[in-house]
């Protein structure tokens, strides 16, 4: 199994970045994806959620409204896109895959 996240980078507050996951090694379209992130010092927290078939999603309160989670079934990637970043938006985004499976992440920055 690998997750092989990628499109982090440093970015302006009031930008945005795309974030992608590449898996590889398992049923990729029978299992939900999410997306979490850490910040140095904080707890890993979940930032979005996406069903097996791409109908549902699910987001905190902290990025409703200015990240979108999607899936390409066909091409086992799924994405985060993200807007109007904030500098506490800046931390470790990690891809899961169903309950079990992680990437390496990939960092995020967001200057003010």
């Known amino acids: 199994v690998q997750l092989v996240e990628s499109g982090g980078g440093l970015v ?3 930008g945005s970045l795309r974030l992608s996951c590449a898996a590889s090694g398992f049923t990729f379209s029978s299992y939900a994806m999410s997306w979490y992130r850490q910040a140095p010092g904080a707890e ?3 930032v979005a959620v ?3 078939t791409g109908g549902l999603t699910n987001y905190p ?3 409703k409204g200015r990240f979108t ?4 079934n066909a091409k086992n990637t799924v994405y985060l ?3 109007s970043l904030k500098p506490e938006d800046t931390g ?3 891809c ?3 309950m079990y499976y992680w990437g390496q992440g990939t960092q995020v920055t967001v200057s003010s």
């Open 50 to 52: 996406i069903s097996s």
């Open 61 to 63: 309160n902290s990025v």
């Open 81 to 83: 896109q993200m807007n």
């Open 69 to 72: 989670i999607s899936r390409d």
């Open 92 to 94: 470790m985004y990690y």
């Open 44 to 46: 890993r927290e979940l």
């Open 96 to 98: 899961k895959g169903g």
């Open 12 to 14: 302006q507050s009031g």
